[in-house]
């Protein structure tokens, strides 16, 4: 099993079935990514090794963070940035909490902002 994958596997609920409804989302909305394992958590990427999300669980929650997040202008009220400059996520305590409209707009914005530099 590939790290990514395991990481995933392993995690305990309600968590794992986030991260597993994530997975399902992301890799069926833009089939080009490619899961690797990097920075010690499941992190997508394009074929030329250009970081696009990554999952994190962290405390009681998982982020879903987008590496250009910084010019996302979608649903801004439903991404965190807390301290972060760059980044934005948005982040689920329950499956429930997915919400696949909000989702999908944001990952369909965020690739469309793919050739954009990681700072604005």
Partial sequence: MKPAEAYILNAREPYRSIMLQLQ????????ELELKYKWHLPFYY???NQGFCYINQSKNYVDLGFTR?????????????EGR??????RYFNPEDIEE??????LNEAYSLRHLKYYK
């Fill in 69 to 81: 997040g910084t010019h996302l202008t979608k649903h801004l009220d439903k991404l965190v940035s």
């Fill in 85 to 90: 400059k760059h980044m934005k996520s948005l």
């Fill in 24 to 31: 399902l989302l992301i890799e069926n909305a833009i089939p």
């Fill in 46 to 48: 394009f074929s030329n």
């Fill in 101 to 106: 409209e909000v989702l999908i707009d944001v």
